[in-house]
């Protein structure tokens, strides 16, 4: 479904929990899926073995054409044991103490950004001279990925992932994608075995992985490409919407401006509110009761976080944005096995964007309505095709 206003849920979601915590959809090609719109419903099944998460799964509900299309199968679209091995090699690399020390680094690359702003001034599109830059910086960082390739993989992200590419266009992007981290792994692997210095994550993995044959060179290549869409894509549609939610509101970002202390609450409460990330699917392995009905084996099940987030069980008055509001139990970043292994970063990322941001340039400002900025599309990241402002 697609949104109206970019920083609420499309207005269908309210409709379907009318009829109950679960209720049914036709999907674009026919199939009739279970949309899960509470709160409680929605965490129970998050943590149920019964449902798949298996995107080779020929049963898999795919809701626009190019998800078919696309190799992002890595963590995402695995199911324990595999999902699990994969996990622990990587998790390592996102914990709070590898993401406190890259603090300084996030940092550095905010100041950078925003010294461009300002000098770009006094009018930009805030999403391609900050809120892109900002996480796609800070991901090549992580993973040893040269970052003058940006312009390259962001153009086959934005293939990939947006809703009107046809799923011959996001299979053609998906395999350039692989196949530029298959002759990044091979160039490492050479310079790495010569004596060089490891600069990141994907060096560590070639060297303690791959090299010990743990991991095969498709699969490397395949987890890297994931690891560098989810790393930037995500986090740069919700550092824009948050900012415009945040000039949408300004009391409450002039809290943020009085308190900076303030930022990882409210980077909560965004995360919550926003819920970008809004395109859980599963497929039902055996059945399950729950809330009156039952899911049959084989039954595509859709689970959208920001239906969940706005539940008012869970959230005192949760259509109002709060960045006091003081809660971390939200669903944006999904729940239990497949809960996002780089949460931490992104909390970082937006903490320190979104507090430098309102503190450098305090009279930071829309320069277009909210109704001209163009909504992205339902079934891809949600988010805002630009932010032009000024101060």
């Known amino acids: 479904m697609a949104r109206g206003c970019p920083y609420h849920p499309p207005a269908g979601y309210a409709e379907l929990r009318e009829e109950g915590p679960l209720a049914q959809v036709q999907l674009y090609d026919g199939r009739v899926a279970w949309v899960v719109t509470g709160y409680a419903e929605t965490r129970q099944l998050l943590v149920d073995p019964r449902l798949s ?7 898999f509900p795919v809701l626009v054409p190019r998800m078919a299309a696309t190799k992002l199968t890595a963590l995402v679209g695995m199911d324990p044991p595999e999902h699990d091995v994969l996990r622990r090699m990587l998790i390592g690399s996102f914990t709070v ?15 950078e950004r925003i010294d461009a702003v300002l000098a770009a001034g006094p009018g930009v599109d805030l999403v391609p001279a900050f809120a892109l830059p900002v996480p796609s910086t800070t991901i090549c960082l992580l993973l040893g990925v040269p970052y003058e390739d940006h312009e390259f993989f962001e153009e086959q992200t934005r293939q990939m992932l ?6 011959q266009e996001a299979a053609d992007a998906s395999a350039t994608l692989i196949a530029y981290f298959e002759r990044l792994v091979v160039d490492k692997q050479a310079r790495l075995a010569a004596g060089a210095r490891p600069e990141g994550l994907l060096d560590e993995l070639i060297t303690e992985r791959l090299d010990t044959g743990e991991l095969e060179r498709d699969v490397l290549s395949t987890i890297a490409m994931f690891m560098l869409v989810a790393g930037h894509e995500t986090t740069a549609n919700m550092m824009a919407l948050s900012v415009l939610t945040l000039l949408e509101h300004p009391e409450q970002a002039d809290r943020l401006r009085a308190d900076p202390a303030v930022a990882p609450g409210a980077v909560e409460e965004l995360l919550r509110f926003l819920s970008v ?52 139990h939200h669903l944006a970043f999904g729940y239990g096995v497949h809960q996002c292994i780089g949460q931490n970063l992104a909390r970082a990322e937006l903490e320190i964007a979104l507090r430098e941001l309102v503190t450098r340039i305090p009279t930071l400002r829309a320069a277009a309505p909210v109704d001209a900025l163009g909504v992205k599309p339902g079934g891809s990241v949600q988010g805002i095709l630009r932010l032009p402002v000024v101060w």
């Open 97 to 111: 103490k590898r993401v406190n020390d890259l603090r300084p680094a996030i940092l550095r690359i905010v100041t």
């Open 162 to 167: 947006m809703a009107t590419s046809t799923a």
């Open 53 to 59: 998460s298996d995107r080779s799964r020929p049963d």
């Open 277 to 328: 990330a809004d395109e859980i699917q599963r497929v039902v392995k055996a059945d399950i009761e729950i809330a009156g009905v039952v899911l049959r084996e084989g039954d595509a099940v859709y689970l959208p976080n920001a239906a969940a987030n706005r539940s008012a069980e869970v959230f005192d008055d949760p259509d109002t944005f709060d960045v006091l509001r003081g809660t971390r």
